[in-house]
């Protein structure tokens, strides 16, 4: 189940048309505005369950509008969205309130784990919600099988996806699969995201969604 009710605020004639049409297929009700004026008489006409923000508007900051929004519609979810994807912006969006904080450009799947986690969180049900992430990280496998003794397995790349306190999802090239224990190694730094990700994670393969090039791997942790 989806949101009911978005809105979409950005400049960029591309990006509005990707998302209402992402979201016309999907059935929810779409409303757009090019600017931080519209985009708060938006919200003081309809009420919408999630927002898609962007940073850079003609008139204004979107970090800078959040506290407006929540003044307005303070059920709203709001998804800061930005080619700018700096720590510092980042920080300022969760600290302001953002849902999530999704780099440009996108893609569907990233827009469709946003609409999943949106219908899913309840504040006051869900202990550990996720946040959707691009940062890179390396992998080490625990438990390797004999027939994968010939790859360096305690240097395998990958990029975090997004991560909670229960667990995580990571991409990356390596034929991971369901059952494997995983050491997921991120560089020190000083994202927010990393607060909840120790620096040497263990944790174990919970399912895997194979592509062409890469896998998709959902993790639990273990410690």
């Not at 008139?59 to 994807?85: F, H, Q, W, Y």
């Amino acid at each position: 189940m989806y949101p009911e009710k978005l809105l979409i605020v950005d400049d960029d004639a591309l990006i509005l048309w990707a998302l209402q049409r992402e979201l016309a297929s999907l059935n929810i009700f779409t409303r757009v505005a090019e600017t931080a004026a519209d985009s708060l008489l938006e919200l003081r006409n309809h009420s919408f369950d999630l927002v898609f923000l962007d940073i850079h508007l003609p008139d204004g900051n979107g970090i800078e509008l959040l506290g407006e929004i929540r003044k307005i519609s303070p059920a709203s979810k709001v998804v800061i969205m930005t080619s700018d994807g700096s720590i510092h912006n980042r920080q300022r969006a969760f600290a302001g309130g953002a849902f999530q904080f999704i780099e440009k450009p996108f893609e569907r799947d990233e827009i469709h784990r946003v609409l999943r986690s949106a219908a899913r969180t309840n504040p006051q049900r869900r202990k550990h919600p996720r946040y959707l992430c691009r940062i890179p990280l390396r992998i080490s496998i625990v438990d390797a099988e004999a027939a994968e003794a010939d790859r360096d397995l305690d240097n395998l790349s990958g990029t975090l996806a997004d991560v909670g306190a229960g667990g995580l999802m990571l991409r990356t090239e390596y034929p991971l699969r369901e059952g494997q224990s995983v050491r997921a190694h991120v560089a020190a730094g000083n994202d927010p995201i990393l607060d909840l990700l120790p620096p040497q994670a263990t944790a174990r393969v919970v399912w895997v969604a194979p592509a062409r090039d890469f896998v998709t791997a959902g993790l639990k942790f273990l410690n």
